[in-house]
Each structure stands twice: as C-alpha cells, then as structure tokens.
C-alpha cells in the first residue's frame, strides 16, 4: 500500500490581508504544492509573488469572501496558475473613482487613468453678450431694483443668454456685475423698438459691482434722479438709498436696461472611456450621466476659473451577474484558474 508523501504539501490558513508568500513562511513555500484556505472573510488584497519551486497553488475560499473597496482583491504574480476553489465571493468593490484640478487658471485635457483615460476637457468659451430688456412705466415715480428687473423686464436683445437673474441680481438691491456691465440706458416712449438713437433721455456710465450708489450721469427733465447728492436745486436726481433705485416724474414710459457682458465661460466636457455609463458628480457636473463612449458637458458662466472637483461612479452588473468594479479581480501577471469555482467574481467596467 503506497501512503501519500504529504510533505509535499504547504497548507496555510489565511485570516487577513497581506502577502500569501510570507504568511506561508520560508520553509513551507519551498514545497511544491501550495494550499491557501480562507478562515475568515478578507477586506483588501492578497499578494502571490513567483516562486520557482511552486509546481500547483490552490486558494480555497472556504465559503470567506475577499473584497477590496480600493483595489482589485487579487494580485497573484507567480508563473504557476492560481486555482481558485469553494463559494466565497471574491470582488473589488470599488466603485467611484475621483478626479480633481486645483489650479483656477487651467485649461486643457485632464486624463483620469482610473476611468481607462476617461479625459475633461476645459475650454475658454467667447460667449460676449449684450442683453437688454425694458419695462414699462406708467406715469409717476417708478422705483425698481435687481429682482424687479428679472422678474418684469422684457427681453429685446439676448434673450436668456445669460439668464435674467445673472445679469441683474435676483433678489437683491443691486445689480450683479460678475462678467459684464450693467447699465440704465434711458427711456423712450412705450412702444419704441429700442432707446439706440430714439430719443435718450437719461445715460449711465456704469453700475459697479454690488452696488447703487453715488453713480455720475447726465441730467435731462423727463426722468427724475432723486437724492443725488450736489444736484443743483431743481434737478431730478437719482436714488442710491440701498434698497431701491428710484426715476423721479418718469411719466408714460418705456425704461430700458442692458447688460453688456465680457466672455470668458468655461466649458467643462467629460468623455466616457469606460464600457458602461458613469454618473458624475462634483462641482462642476453634477449628476450626470454618460453613456459609454459618449460625454457630459456643462458651463461655469462669467468666470475664467478651469479648477474642479469631480467624482465618477458606476454600479450594475453584467449579463453574467457580475458586479461592475473599477479594478480587475488579479492585477498581477499571473493566471487565474476557476473551473472549480463557484463564488461570484467582480468584473472591470473597462
């Protein structure tokens, strides 16, 4: 009767992460067969370097599971196959990956090689322009403010490009100036196309930024300017109270405003690498979606600013039901064998 050489045979049992190798020790992983049996379920990676003298290696899972949330759960570098046995599941779970630029002037292609080269692209955008929008008036004073042009001006140039309240401030006192200049460009008789050469009679310079105050003009009788300071006794004046502007003795009037805005948007454009969608949040896309192979784009409007901060996130599995991971299941050099197998291995979205 032959009796099996059991010396041959290096059994270990492995409880936690680490390197298969040094848990077997020098001695036992001079044998040619290798047995690895899980005892516990693994969070992270186990690591499996090339030894010569190994001839067979069998990793059993023994029902335990190996997931890893930053990686892939396998690395097994050994010029002997990896047979892997039993019903755990074995699976990198992760499934988000980040990307980031902090410079606020960059412009060009940011690469992100966790996403197989997915890229965002950030662009100068020339998107110069004038918007105006009048309302009427009709008879007496009229006093207005930034949300009262958003909400009752009408547009005659731009149209919504940019929106009402970027261009004067929704719900504020104020105009907003981010980008562009806004002005009150004068009156015209209700029903005029436009004030360009159809009887001004009030012009201001500039508004500056986040404010209504102390603004130079020139003076004409129809439009009152109330409580301009130095106005001579029996001008009209111009209000900057900081609650409202106010045109004193307007009358049956058509007051128009425009904004005149400088450019400088950034395009963001995302394109999908990976083989299934991806949802992308962050500052600057902001749930998202882009097929596989196609793009998500959005705009940061009157800004030079390219930095941003994004996550990119996949879920699902494939028609073998296999869960979508951002990382292989062994990303070492070596081979897997799993005719054996019986668990559920995670899957690479690309």
């Known amino acids: 009767m032959s009796i099996p050489l059991i010396s041959n045979i290096g059994f ?10 040094t848990k077997a020790g020098t001695a036992k992983s001079k044998l040619p067969i290798q047995l690895f049996k899980l005892t516990d379920n693994i969070s992270g990676n186990l690591t499996l370097d090339n030894n010569s003298a190994h001839k067979k290696i069998i990793l059993d899972t023994n029902g335990k599971t190996i997931l890893n949330a930053n990686g892939s759960p396998l690395t097994t570098n050994s010029d002997t196959t990896l047979e892997l046995k039993g019903s755990g599941n074995i699976q990198c779970t992760e499934l988000s990956v980040s990307a980031s ?3 606020s002037s960059f412009l060009g292609t940011k690469t992100i090689s966790e996403a197989n080269n997915s890229t965002l692209v950030v662009a100068n955008v020339n998107t110069d322009t004038t918007v105006e ?33 970027s261009v004067f401030g929704s719900g504020s006192s104020y105009f907003n100036t981010s980008g562009g200049t806004p002005l009150f460009i004068g009156d015209t008789a209700v029903g005029a196309s436009s ?3 159809s009887n001004y009679r009030l012009s201001i310079a500039n508004i500056p930024p986040n404010t209504v105050s102390q603004l130079r003009m020139d003076e004409y009788a129809n ?8 106005a001579a006794s029996g001008h009209n004046r111009y209000s900057y109270q900081p609650t409202l502007h106010q045109l004193n ?21 995302f394109t999908n690498n990976l083989n299934i969608s991806c949802t992308i949040t962050g500052d600057v896309l902001n749930n998202d979606t882009a097929t596989a192979g196609g793009t998500a784009n959005a705009n940061k409007s009157n800004t030079t600013n390219g930095s941003f901060s994004i996550a990119i996130a996949i879920s699902g ?3 073998s039901g296999q869960p979508f991971a951002f990382q292989s299941v062994n990303d070492g050099s070596g081979d897997l064998l799993t005719t054996d197998y019986t668990g559920t291995l995670s899957v690479r979205a690309f």
Not at 12 to 21: H, I, K, P, Q, R
Not at 155 to 163: K, M, N, R
């Open 12 to 21: 270990t049992e492995v409880n936690s992460a680490g390197n298969l190798n």
């Open 101 to 103: 630029e902090t410079s």
């Open 133 to 165: 929008k009048y309302i009427d008036s009709s008879g007496g004073n009229y006093s207005y403010r930034g949300s009262t042009i958003d909400s009752s001006g009408t547009f005659t140039v731009g149209a919504s490009t940019p929106d009402a309240s």
């Open 195 to 197: 004030p360009v050469g």
């Open 223 to 230: 439009i009152g300017i109330y409580q301009y300071f130095g």
């Open 249 to 269: 003795g307007v009358g049956n009037r058509r007051l128009w405003w425009r904004f005149v805005r400088a450019g400088n948007d950034r395009s963001f454009v």
């Open 317 to 319: 599995n494939n028609g």
